[in-house]
């Protein structure tokens, strides 16, 4: 059962085990932000905390934040996430958002910050007005899947240097869909210096297996990574 916690007035985060998932609520829509990975019902989870119109969007498609999709005829999503939601069987119209559009809910606007690279489409979303940046997985103190299809840590490394570069000081917490919640601004740079790491072969990892893959591990003190072996 999946575990509703409210954060302040019109925010709330649902957890779904070691997945989470957020509800925005501005004064004239709210908006699911993913949908967890065991929660076809997330769609009644959200109408049972508000009576605005609700609107679904994704960070990204991987199968642990799409889970109850199903019930929306539509949701916005990077186009470039469309062949991972597709390839997990996820339906409806997919409303596409790039870099820089904006999400008014009505006193509350979110903004989308395009962070390929632990997928192709994830998107960061920064709620300006109330200092948050959502993360999706892309910046946590969990372990960061970076193997297999679609995965880029060149692109992942440019993603961060971005939201340091062109957004950091723009929001004073990190709201991520795994591990601690929430995470502090400082996350950002400790993330992308380990990438780096890894990225230059100065890191050390140890080979583990996940869901019977042989992946590399690569944790630092502050977050892992899990990469192809090498
Ligand atoms: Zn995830």
Redesign the pocket.
Known sequence: MAETIRINENTWRIEDGS?RFYLFCGTEKAALIDSG?NVPEAREIAEGLTSLPLIMINT?A?P??ISGNGSFDEFYMSPAEEENYRDHGGKGKLLPVREGDIIELGGRSLRIIDIPGHTPGSIAILDGKNRVLVS??SVQDGNI?MFGKGRDIGLYIKSLEHLLSDHDGQYDEIYP??GTFPVMPELVGKCLEGAREIQKGNASGRNVKIFGNPVCLYRFPYAGFFCASV
């Open positions: 997945v990975m990204h991987d642990d934040h999706g997985d899947f869909m795994h």
